[in-house]
């Protein structure tokens, strides 16, 4: 079964505050991951990968823990633009490999000034 | 740099009635999707498709069908419209690559069914 859990939040954060949320997956052969964002009622779009050594891309942090099979998103100095739902997607190896991405719900974000 | 291109954005249709929602893209992806996103329920693939004149069955796809004649192009069809088939559709691409590579999306289809 094909799972990838987020809690849905809303998280509500001051602005330059720190926040961090985590996504679990549920195969442990996964080998894809990713954050993408999505504002409201507009398209997801991709944020970062995630790597197995961690990454980091100007104030976000991602980072991979297989052996508790989860993934973290961590933002510093939050912005009130990162408002938004962050998704967490997973790639599960079917053989086939095309369908292989599963996406999370979202964890919705807001950022209060 | 157009990437994914959706048609049309947003359309109203009575119960029973047939439409085609065009997805284009100029990345040269191999793989395209189609999803839909209902409140609470994230968003699910209906069908997928691996390459031209190639498609498959997603999560949902019951209702819908797909066509891929060109490489470029990813026709989802609603035969006969259902209530229950209101929300927003998104198409997707990506490469060809040894483990699953990120998708880039559409900007969606809004589509109500009276």
């Known amino acids: 079964r094909k799972e990838v859990e987020q809690d849905p939040g809303p998280f509500n954060v001051p602005e330059g505050a720190t926040v961090a949320f985590n996504c679990t997956y549920s195969n442990s052969a996964s080998q894809s991951f990713f954050w993408y964002r999505q504002d409201c009622r507009k398209e997801p779009k991709l944020l970062m990968s995630v790597y197995s050594s961690g990454n980091e891309d100007g104030r976000f942090t991602a980072q991979l823990n297989r052996a508790s099979q989860y993934i973290s998103l961590l933002i510093r100095d939050s912005k009130l633009s990162d408002s938004a739902t962050y998704l967490c997607?997973?790639?599960?190896?079917?053989?086939?490999?095309?369908?292989?991405?599963?996406f999370g719900k979202g964890t919705h974000l807001i950022i209060q000034p | 740099n157009a990437g994914v291109t959706q048609t049309p954005k947003f359309r109203v249709l009575k119960t029973g009635q047939s439409m085609t929602l065009l997805c284009a893209q100029d990345m040269n992806h191999e793989y395209m999707y189609w999803y839909r996103q209902d409140p609470g329920m994230g968003l699910r693939l209906i069908h997928y498709s691996v390459g031209e004149g190639t498609t498959a069955k997603g999560e949902v796809p019951d209702g819908y069908n797909v066509s891929r004649l060109k490489k470029q192009n990813f026709l989802l069809g609603l035969e006969s419209a259902a209530p229950s088939q209101t929300s927003v559709y998104f198409c997707?691409?990506?490469?060809?690559?040894?483990?699953?590579?990120?998708?880039?999306f559409g900007d969606g289809t809004r589509l109500s069914i009276l």
């Open positions: 997707a691409s990506s490469p060809l690559g040894v483990v699953n590579q990120p998708q880039h």
């Open positions: 997607v997973v790639n599960y190896p079917s053989g086939g490999g095309a369908d292989g991405l599963t």
